[in-house]
């Protein structure tokens, strides 16, 4: 089982609706928690962070972690095409106790797109 | 602001021969991670380094080496090229904040294709 599973769509949307994705993951011991939008054959880009229980907002973005139920979802709102990509969700994992290392798991990504 | 500095860009290599990537972090930033990305799959942790120092260590190859030095950039070594490693690499860098794990900003990559 991977650590960070997401729905794995794809997710198609209309121009101006919300898009929602979901994330769980396995490992209690989670401490930070990301979400990347990835263009085909870029890297990586940090559009979200979340640490704590609640609702994160930045713009259009709005994330959602649940540790109880170690869940984390991102919402976007108003989207546009240019939101076309695909979304991967991350944990980190200290690295040992009281750690602030630690490497990123991935789930596999949802491929998003938004169409006019 | 100033980004991840990966080099090169591309690279196109034979069966068998090596390779370094180059990795200039984030200026100020003390942490260097590596992921290997393949096609539609998601990246997966090779190595990182904190201070100099090897931090973790993950599904890296015998045939791979890294290290980071003073200036804090990183290089990876890879010898005795295989197909299997035609793919993406990415280098990502961080600081340490006290409190909670780190948050790492990816470079562009090195899309490396193996012949």
């Known amino acids: 089982q991977k650590e960070v599973e997401q729905n794995s769509g794809p997710l198609s949307v209309p121009e101006g609706a919300i898009a929602s994705l979901n994330c769980t993951y396995s490992d209690r011991g989670s401490q930070s928690f990301f979400w990347y939008r990835q263009y085909s054959g870029k890297s990586p880009e940090l559009i979200m962070s979340?640490?704590?229980?609640g609702d994160k907002e930045d713009g259009r973005f709005t994330a959602q972690l649940n540790k109880a139920s170690q869940y984390v979802s991102l919402l976007i709102r108003d989207s546009q095409p240019s939101d076309s990509a695909t979304y991967l969700c991350?944990?980190?994992?200290?690295?040992?106790?009281?750690?602030?290392?630690?490497?990123?798991?991935f789930g596999r990504g949802t491929q998003l797109t938004v169409w006019p | 602001a100033a980004g991840v500095i990966q080099s090169p860009r591309h690279l196109i290599k034979e069966k068998r021969e090596t390779a370094t990537l180059k990795c200039y972090p984030i200026p100020r930033h003390d942490t260097v991670y590596w992921y290997q990305q393949g096609p539609g799959q998601d990246p997966q942790f090779l190595i990182s380094f904190y201070e100099k120092m090897q931090s973790d260590k993950g599904s890296i190859p015998d045939r791979f080496s890294a290290q980071q030095f003073s200036d804090y950039h990183s290089e990876l070594n890879m010898s005795s090229l295989e197909l299997g490693d035609s793919a993406l690499y990415f280098c990502?860098?961080?600081?340490?904040?006290?409190?909670?794990?780190?948050?790492?900003?990816f470079g562009p990559g090195t899309r490396l294709t193996v012949l």
């Open positions: 991350a944990v980190t994992i200290p690295l040992y106790r009281g750690s602030t290392l630690g490497r990123l798991y």
């Open positions: 990502a860098s961080s600081r340490q904040v006290r409190g909670r794990t780190d948050t790492q900003y």
């Open positions: 979340i640490y704590s229980n």
